[in-house]
């Protein structure tokens, strides 16, 4: 099978990778960032080929030019012969996108029209799906939405208790995101336990963090909300709080709208907590005895653990825990100081497999628990190349 194009398209960057859809294989990705400027940077690797260099940029149709020269120039070049279709990541699929879907003119309207419930991410999102459809007109692109997994949530896990009409105007209730992450990696648990009635818990913790529950491949639960703010504590976002904080705040700090935002989205979560937007940096400072970044780390395992026992709480039992993502693939102390907390759900934690760096999805639970517990590295660029390539031969 050929390959499929896919592309992550950001407010300042391009992410690309061309991957085969049978096999994950990759056989070129790069970044272009700065996207916007005359002052762009490309970094792109096709096999043993590897092209670094400052790009001008001034716009993401110029980026996706770039993109296509460097192919070119690393003997991957994108013709109708190499790739089957391209398949975008878009943020938010509203409520009417709920599974991959073919784009035309239409589609893109209504990405456009949704952007108000992503509006950091889907105008990027759209930017990129103008700009490739124009450079490659005869190709199917296929928008796979972050939302989308989460789009069957039960009525009671995706509604909020507010007025059910204001709600139904504004088109407000749980959408969820990092769908594509949390699918991928939950179809990947049940095919290495050999089970496809699990009940799994999967933690996509990076410096954007969330947590699914998934009862035989269905998504019941997960704590992204309308935006990717709800939830757990992140790299600078809060997670959780009690909205009557916003509403103080504005009164007695003088906050409009855009400082309240700003606030909870850039400079809350761990950063604000602790000073350290990296958790590698705010372990080393929790090591090195600061108190700041002490209470950070406790309060981001504190909110870990909470969800976790919520989560099984709703599922009925459970069967799995999986980490995954750049912090839950990377930080064996993250797991560690949540799942020693977790021993009377039946965890077991192995101690050796937890420390160890094997870079591929395995298991870390000593085998004597009730609970599986894996590590499994996420990828969303061939979950996309999956979707695209099966709706594109429809």
Known sequence: MSNVLVLNAGSSSLKYQLVDPETGEASAKGLIERVGTDKGHLKHESGDHKDERDVEVPDHSAAVTVMQDAMERGGTPLTPDSV?????????????????TLIDDGVESEIDRVAVLAPLHNPAGLAGIRSARKVFPD?????????????DLPAAAATYAIDRDLARE??????????TSHEYV????SSLLGRDDLKQIVLHLGNGASISAVDSGR???????????EGLVMG????DLD?????????????????LDDLLNKKSGIYGLGGHRDFRDLKQAKDDGDEAATLAFDVYVHRLVKYVGAYAAVLGGLDAITFTAGVGENSPTIRAAALEQLGFLGVRLDEQKNS?????????????????????????????????AEVAVR
């Open 236 to 239: 600078t976002r809060s997670g």
């Open 219 to 229: 998504a019941v639960e997960t704590s992204m909300g309308l935006t990717p703010l």
């Open 139 to 151: 190709l199917p692109h296929v928008a796979v939405f972050d939302t989308a997994f989460f789009s």
């Open 84 to 100: 089957i279709a391209v398949g975008h990541r878009v943020v938010h699929g509203g409520r009417n996108f709920t599974e991959p």
């Open 243 to 259: 909205p009557g904080i916003l509403l103080h705040l504005s009164r007695v700090a003088d906050l409009d709208t855009q400082g």
């Open 186 to 189: 939950s179809q990947q648990v």
């Open 356 to 388: 160890s760096r094997d870079g591929g999805a395995r298991r870390i639970d000593d085998g004597a628990g009730r609970v599986a517990v894996l590590v499994v590295p996420t990828n969303e660029e061939w979950a996309i190349a999956r979707h695209a």
């Open 170 to 179: 504004h088109a407000i209730r749980r959408y969820g995101f990092h769908g």
